[in-house]
């Protein structure tokens, strides 16, 4: 994810981003079963941070789901003064981009976010990768706000690995939310504010599309974006 610490630096870059991108697109959405156990629904907003690469089309995937209140990009497993995208760029802090995700359990579940997050979001098998963006800060991981989201997250993974439903064995990590950091105020929304910018044609956009085409009940084609909230 080539960029600059501004809009208009990134910008000039849109020739090395385009190279990125053409050189390696979007993964293939993956059809996967659902959960064998999810969450108990509860009545109040429910948290939870996924990290799969970079935070733009992790971000755009979740803003399109109903029952989703709020998706922030953002930094998560390491610490706070070096929670800063030139810091966790070189891949030495401990972070992870992350998306942190405010739902409404009513109206989508955990298990529901986690088969979207496997099958649409990214690749849950690339260590320490996705697409064309290489390092740690890339990895694909779970930072769970609660201890019924370890076990349905631990679970759902052994269920998908035992079926062989992806050609490789799933890297995801499972870990504790220690901190959630948001990213940039150029970072947010980046894919809705910027949908002809080559890296998000090449790589984002595809997982759209992925969404509505595989989880139609769930997609919703106004996104939720930050600072707003919509049911």
């Known amino acids: 994810m080539p960029i600059s610490s501004n ?19 979007a993964e293939e959405a993956v059809v996967i079963p659902p959960p ?4 108990t629904a509860g009545s109040a907003t429910e948290t939870a941070i996924f990290a799969g690469g970079c935070f733009w089309g992790v971000q755009g995937v979740f803003q399109h789901v109903r029952g989703v ?14 929670a800063q995208y030139e810091t966790v760029s070189t891949g030495s802090t401990g972070h992870a981009e992350a998306v942190e995700v405010r739902f409404d359990p009513k109206k ?5 976010l986690l088969q979207i997050f496997f099958s649409v979001a990214h690749n849950p098998t690339q260590l320490n990768f996705q697409g064309p963006d290489r390092g740690t800060q890339y ?10 989201q370890r076990e349905v997250a ?13 050609p490789q064995p799933i890297v995801t990590k499972v870990s504790e939310a220690a901190g ?3 990213a940039e105020a150029y970072h947010q929304d980046f894919l809705t504010r910027n949908p002809t910018y080559p890296y998000i044609v090449n790589n984002d956009l595809p997982k759209i599309e992925n969404l509505k085409s595989l989880f139609p009940t769930d997609y919703r084609s106004q996104p939720v974006l930050v600072g707003k909230t919509k049911g």
């Open 7 to 25: 809009l208009t630096s990134l910008l000039v870059t849109v020739v090395v981003s385009l190279g990125a991108g053409m050189a390696c697109a």
């Open 36 to 39: 064998t156990i999810d969450e």
């Open 180 to 182: 959630f950091y948001p």
């Open 69 to 82: 209140e709020s998706a922030v990009s953002g930094y998560a497993g390491g610490e706070a003064k070096t």
């Open 154 to 166: 631990e679970r759902y993974i052994d269920q998908l690995d035992k079926a062989h439903v992806f």
């Open 108 to 112: 989508v579940s955990y298990g529901r």
């Open 139 to 148: 990895r694909s991981a779970l930072f769970v706000t609660a201890s019924e």
